[in-house]
């Protein structure tokens, strides 16, 4: 077990966090009703014990309506200072934010740690890589903007093409990735000029208290509105209204459909959503095994399974099976488990004080119907951890190849023909990405031309991921709706619109004189250095 002097100092928790402010209409609101409290599955003594770490507000309907209204007010029916802001002065206002946000690093990676069991250099990633989100999001507005900059002329009709914000953006992030996957909703939204109620997940929550300042200050006030609670009691009263233009959202269909399901005009509602997926591996039998049992193993126990981009079912040929079972299994029972900040430790505990039992679930389901952990260490559990089990021989009637595990089990399924695996893919709720792992290029040629019309990315030798942010990430079927990547985020929260006019003198000179006296934030051909 640990105590606290095993944890290194800068590590320790020193002081309870009690976040007793929301942000709404660019004011931090101190709350005095119920709060929530937040507990670490870390302990810091040496008899097993959540450590306490401090307290959220618990909002109800009143709150997230005020949120709501913070915001249609800021939006104002498309006249607010922020949807009709000049873009470089809405990029400055990004650039403030992150600049203060970069100040934050070390309490954010700290929290990430103990919040959700995330190790240190993953954390550290987390963090580093949303700032760089950030800074390429500007940059790629930026190009967007210049390409804009200038009028088309077709069939005697002018047209200045820009993109616009949509409204008001109702966000909800994961709690897997609670910085990096909610800012890839959050920030181009934010940028584009919609206006944004934000509501954290369940875990990973406190780790925001430390940036809620930065946004207060780096947007004007009803931009960005922050509120605590339950997802029934404060998201569900907002999109009853109807005033919500945007449902962005990471986590699964289940909450993405009731929330739907409440606004009343469903079909006014634009979608932004990265749920859940099943991604395989297809281990071909003249298939590199050092390289695909390394890149399995990453793919499957990489922050334990909790991934909508994870590994959750691996495919191996009958020809290479018995080989691959022996030395992944074994490669498996060599990750180190540990306490986020120890060195080595690859697998970390569950923040989710639960998911030991449900995985157990899954094990137990699968042995009675005939699989074997063929790991030794496979499904043994601590008070905040199961180890990974390698479940062997895996059928279609096992939970744990229906379910999304988002935890440490991993199935493997051997085939014999090809068609078995792209089969279950095309039968399958789910379509995101695919590893597969082969080097014969007559195998692999038409194999790629399938998959791509299955999933959205398939990996060649190499895990799925979502990375680089530049790249498309989205999927099909249940998986995802629009796509996020720097590029696409900015789209998926934005819509073409524009102004067109007659080519006509009357029409020529009014528009010469909108470009001269640069009166017009919107009708601009500026060009952003």
């Known amino acids: 077990m640990t105590s606290k002097n095993d944890i290194p100092e800068q590590f320790q928790i020193k002081e309870i966090l009690n976040q007793n402010t929301y942000l709404v209409g660019g004011e931090l609101k101190t709350w005095r009703g119920q709060t929530s409290d937040i507990y670490s599955t870390i302990s810091s003594t040496e008899a097993y014990q959540p450590t306490y770490l401090g307290t959220i507000p618990t909002l109800g309907k009143k709150e997230a309506i005020s949120a709501l209204d913070a915001a249609v007010e800021a939006y104002d029916k498309g006249q607010g200072l922020w949807p009709t802001m000049k873009v470089v002065d809405r990029i400055a206002c990004m650039e403030k934010f992150v600049e203060q946000m970069k100040t934050k690093r070390d309490e954010v990676v700290k929290l990430l740690m103990w919040e959700i069991g995330k190790n240190l250099p993953d954390s550290q990633k987390e963090f580093d890589r949303t700032v760089e989100y950030i800074y390429d999001t500007i940059e790629d507005y930026k190009d967007m903007d210049r390409n804009s900059a200038k009028f088309q002329k077709h069939d005697g009709v002018h047209a200045h093409i820009r993109r616009g914000p949509l409204g008001v953006v109702l966000c909800l992030g994961p709690y897997n990735y609670p910085l990096n996957e909610t800012f890839a909703l959050l920030i181009p939204a934010i940028i584009m000029g919609n206006t944004t109620i934000f509501k954290p997940a369940k875990f990973g929550v406190l780790l925001l208290s430390p940036l809620i300042e930065a946004f207060q200050n780096s947007f004007p006030k009803g931009v960005v509105n922050i509120i605590y609670g339950r997802g029934r009691t404060v998201a569900a009263p907002i999109m009853q209204t109807g005033k919500v233009d945007v449902l962005a959202l990471i986590g699964n269909s289940k909450s993405a459909n009731a929330l739907q399901n409440q606004h009343p005009k469903s079909n006014r509602l634009r979608l932004v959503l990265g749920l859940e997926a099943k991604n395989p591996a297809i281990v071909l039998p003249d298939a590199d095994l050092d390289l695909a049992i390394s890149e399995c193993i990453a793919g499957t126990t990489s922050f334990n399974g909790q991934r909508c981009t994870a590994l959750k079912v691996l495919y191996v040929h009958e020809a290479i099976i018995e080989e691959f079972n022996k030395r992944f299994s074994e490669k498996v029972d060599t990750l180190k488990f540990g306490n986020p900040w120890e060195d080595g430790a690859k697998l970390t505990p569950l923040p989710e004080p639960d998911k030991p039992s449900y995985i157990q679930e899954l094990i137990d389901d699968a042995t009675a119907k005939g699989a074997l952990v063929i790991n030794k260490k496979g499904g043994k559990t601590t008070e905040n951890y199961i180890f ?125 004189d909108l470009l001269d006296s640069r009166a017009s934030n919107f009708v601009s051909t500026d060009y952003i250095l």
């Open 388 to 512: 990974p089990a390698v479940l062997y021989p895996v059928s279609k009637d096992m939970r744990v190849f229906q379910e999304e595990q988002f935890g440490p089990v991993i199935p493997v399924v051997p085939f014999s023909d090809i068609e078995e695996p792209l089969n279950d893919m095309a039968e399958s709720n789910y379509g995101q990405q695919v590893s597969l792992f082969g080097k014969d290029v007559k195998t692999l040629a038409p194999l790629i031309d399938t998959l791509v019309n299955l999933v959205c990315r398939v990996n060649l030798n190499s895990s799925c991921q979502r990375g680089p942010d530049v790249y498309p990430f989205t999927g099909r079927k249940d998986s995802a709706v629009a796509t996020l990547s720097v590029h696409d985020a900015l789209r998926s929260f934005s819509i073409r619109t524009f102004v067109a006019s007659k080519d006509n003198d009357y029409n020529n000179a009014i528009l010469k």
